[in-house]
């Protein structure tokens, strides 16, 4: 597969990284670095508009100043951690607790990144549309630019507007440079129609295929699946802010005709395997609609500067034998949710060696153990070599305890799996899904469900097909071909530093697979059927979740809500996806009751599964307050309610 990869520079806005990928390379991913462009030179070929343009793409990836501010952190925190599938530990603790602050610099740093970009787009298309500059509009590339400039700045708008509500709306030619005071949008409307403007430019501007086949593109079906996303939020806010279900439903009703296009356009579809898409083995799957591939190649191995790598699998890894740091922990509430033969929660978890966890709930694969890492989970290290054989350590429960910090001792395989935690080799290439078409799936569902009512069949065949496909079902005849795709990268491992046979710990010996860590399946299984599954599960009270239906949800939106939790853990979109569908107070409420469970001042904490939630949910903490600095800056913005 071959990668185009250029670094310029946007006039007083730093360098540019960009990593494109095409179809005709084996490579996963790397990065050379050209001259940077002047600014007066930017528009005076189409090259060097184009390579203006990398400048903004540059903006999602981490940099030196933004290493632990963009793409892991804060988008785990915004994403993930809210809806409490995903918890942390340490200074972290307070995003599982709805306690963050203006002054988190996290926080700050993705607000700030997220202008960075915006100011780039705004200076970008500026010079695009200078009617003095005649020439430009000559370039054959012109409409790509123009389209690929909108759709940029709709995403970053779109991630200030989820997670800060009304910002202000820079517009072309501006930037925080030359317009440091702008007030927030008077309205939500206003916000989401300037949004919305974008993406409607660049539906009309791009193709469905990327400029030049370069991957990492804006295309027509990002723009027309983040249009669809755009017109559920303003139905959202209609029946949040006004109860206005007219308003509400014609929203929905352009929602559905933007993922229409999408689902009907055949550039889509989902991966045979979800176990297989945070692999090194393919970038860009044909279910990516808007990704960012993390690595900048072989060449950067061991260095320690953030253009060559973040820490993500530090971020994301094990603390209880792995090496992490304990930024992301998934709940057991999450683990129990998914049904037996849901391959999901092997492909997305690994767990401690519970002992108090029941036999048929332990994972072939991934019960204490990384099947992709090969590491094991919970050795007691200093008895194991004395004894001369493995001990398991006795921190090992349902709670682990970091420091002092209880949190569940499972870790997210999407995201720690390409690398081991070591610190003579950082380097961790992966996948960050922002838009899959699982998710766009599940949004055009949720539209029928909407306008047709609750026995939408559509609605439901679709929640079907997602299922199927957890399930392992449309694995079946491709295990040769999957295995050959997809196992080459770990054997390529083997012997190098730290993946080889270790007489210290022989329990994290890496061996050569003769078949992928989480076997493909040979047979069809056969599926529950999502209605009739749900109609019972949503009535249902246990140990494990409160009755949804008293909650007064209907069986769709738990259906959906409980698929998306279970697709999309550890991805950016969930707690997005949740609230705007009005199903992240009912997932707080129903799957993490206040005061179940064990505080961790208890000594029986460690072996209670529970998150003990002391706090009742907030709903003006659905956004986030304005930076603290961004507020003595910014003479014309005022801080959100609740803060």
């Not at 204490?368 to 200093?382: I, S, W």
């Amino acid at each position: 597969m071959k990668k185009l990869h250029q670094s310029f520079l946007i006039a007083a806005t730093g360098i540019a990284a960009l990593c494109f990928t095409a179809c005709d390379n084996d490579k996963f991913l790397s990065v050379e670095h050209y001259d940077i462009l002047p600014a007066d030179q930017m528009f005076k070929t189409q090259n060097d508009a184009l390579s203006g343009l990398n400048g903004i793409y540059d903006c999602l990836f981490a940099d030196n100043t933004y290493a632990d501010g963009w793409n892991y952190k804060p988008q785990l925190f915004f994403g993930c951690h809210p809806t409490l599938d995903t918890q942390a530990t340490g200074w972290d603790v307070q995003w599982g607790q709805q306690s963050w602050t203006a002054d988190d610099s996290d926080l700050g740093r993705g607000y700030n990144y997220s202008y960075r970009a915006i100011g780039r787009a705004n200076d970008f298309l500026s010079g695009l549309e200078d009617e003095h500059n005649t020439e430009v509009k000559k370039f054959p590339a012109y409409n790509t630019m123009d389209g690929e400039a909108h759709a940029l700045r709709a995403y970053f708008y779109m991630f200030l507007a989820q997670n800060w509500g009304r910002v202000p709306m820079l517009a072309t030619g501006e930037s925080f440079l030359n317009t440091p005071n702008k007030a927030a949008a008077e309205t939500d409307d206003e916000m989401w129609d300037f949004i919305i403007d974008d993406l409607k430019t660049a539906v009309r501007q791009l193709d469905w295929k990327p400029y030049n086949g370069e991957y990492g593109r804006c295309t027509k079906g990002m723009a027309l699946s983040y249009l669809g996303e755009a017109y559920l939020w303003k139905a959202y806010k209609a029946r949040l802010n006004s109860k206005d279900e007219a308003k509400s439903t014609e929203n929905v009703k352009l929602a559905k005709e933007s993922l229409e296009q999408v689902v009907n356009s055949g550039t889509y579809d989902l991966a045979p395997s979800f176990s297989t898409l945070w692999d090194v083995g393919e970038a860009w799957p044909k279910e990516a609609v808007w990704q960012v591939v993390n690595d900048m190649g072989a060449g950067n191995y061991g260095k320690w500067d953030s253009d060559a790598h973040i820490f993500n699998n530090f971020f994301a890894g094990s603390t209880n034998g792995g090496g992490g740091w304990g930024s992301e922990y998934l709940s057991w509430e999450l683990y129990f949710a998914y049904e037996n033969g849901d391959k999901r929660r092997d492909a997305s978890m690994c767990t401690s060696p519970v002992a108090e966890l029941p036999e048929a709930q332990r994972s072939r694969y991934t019960y204490g153990r990384n099947p992709f890492t090969q590491e094991m989970l919970g050795v007691d290290e200093e008895r194991s070599k004395k004894e001369g054989r493995v001990v398991l350590s006795d921190n090992n429960g349902y709670m682990f305890n970091n420091g002092g910090d209880f949190a569940p001792a499972i870790w997210t395989l999407k995201l720690w799996r390409s690398q081991r935690c070591q610190w003579s080799n950082p380097h961790s290439p992966c996948h960050f899904y922002y838009k899959r078409y699982a998710g766009v799936l599940l949004d055009y569902a949720e539209c029928l469900f909407r306008l047709n009512g609750d026995d939408d069949a559509t609605a439901w065949s679709i929640i079907d097909r997602i299922r199927n496909r957890a399930f392992g079902n449309l694995e079946v005849g491709k295990a040769d071909a999957l295995n050959k795709q997809f196992v080459a990268y770990y054997n390529s491992l083997v012997g190098q530093g730290g993946y080889g046979n270790d007489p210290n710990k022989p329990w994290n010996d890496y061996k050569a697979l003769k078949e992928y860590p989480i076997p493909f399946n040979t047979k069809t299984v056969e599926v529950p059927d999502a209605k009739t599954y749900y109609t019972r599960y949503a009535s249902e009270s246990n140990d494990i979740h409160r009755s949804f239906t008293a909650h007064k949800c209907k069986v769709w939106e738990v259906a959906l809500g409980q698929e998306r939790r279970k697709e999309f853990s550890s991805e950016w979109n969930l707690k997005a996806d949740l609230q705007r569908s009005d199903f992240l107070i009912p997932s707080i409420e129903c799957n993490y009751p206040k005061g179940v469970g064990l505080p961790n001042t208890d000594s029986g904490k460690k072996g209670n599964w529970h998150y003990y939630r002391t706090w009742d949910f907030d709903t003006q903490r659905l956004i986030m307050p304005i930076p603290t600095d961004e507020l003595l800056r910014n003479k014309l913005i005022k801080q959100n309610p609740g803060y």
